[in-house]
């Protein structure tokens, strides 16, 4: 159906359309997982629960940039693209291996293990895009 899909909206035809739908579509998962985590960071300790919840968000957004960074590695970019490309699968691959090992850590309370995710979020450079690819993947702008 995704090839249909990308077909009919012309993104079948031109390697860089079909290349920024795949980065947009891994731009949205990216924001939405870190919207979660937003939220949750910012929740007040109601229980004892919030050490579990945060680690669970945590969790997901780590297997949100791992699957970001698979999927743009299959994403067979054009060549303008390419170095733009690996940079950005293997700062998520590396951001989404931290953020598991930081999710997997005992930690003693919810202000650790936020202190340490966000020491992990705030180390991600994300790449200067090639000219032209923020306009084709709005979801991807700062």
Same mark, same amino acid.
């Given at each position: ?6 077909? &009919?909206? @012309? *993104? +079948?035809?031109?390697? $860089? ?9 891994? *731009?949205?998962?990216? !924001? ?7 939220? %949750? ?10 050490? =579990? ?5 945590? =969790?997901?957004?780590? !297997? ?6 698979? +999927?743009? !590695?299959?994403?067979?970019?054009? @060549?303008?693209? &390419? &170095? ?6 293997? @700062?998520?691959?590396? %951001? +989404?291996? !931290?953020?598991?090992?930081?999710? %997997? ?6 202000? $650790?293990?936020?202190?340490?995710? =966000? ?8 790449? $200067? ?10 979801? *991807?702008?700062?």
């Amino acid at each position: 159906m995704l090839v249909t899909v990308l077909t &009919a909206s @012309g *993104c +079948g035809t031109d390697p $860089e359309k079909r290349y920024a739908a795949t980065l947009d579509g891994v *731009c949205a998962d990216v !924001r939405s997982a870190l919207t979660a985590y937003a939220d %949750a960071a910012t929740r007040p300790v109601k229980d004892g629960g919030q050490n =579990q919840r945060l680690t669970e968000t945590v =969790q997901q957004v780590a !297997r949100t940039f791992t699957r970001g960074a698979s +999927g743009l !590695r299959d994403a067979d970019p054009p @060549g303008a693209f &390419a &170095a733009f490309n690996a940079s950005t699968a293997d @700062g998520l691959q590396t %951001a +989404g291996t !931290r953020l598991r090992e930081i999710a %997997a850590a005992p930690a003693t309370d919810a202000d $650790e293990l936020l202190d340490a995710t =966000q020491n992990a979020l705030g180390a991600l450079e994300a790449p $200067e895009p090639p000219p032209g690819l923020e306009a084709r993947a709005p979801r *991807c702008r700062a």
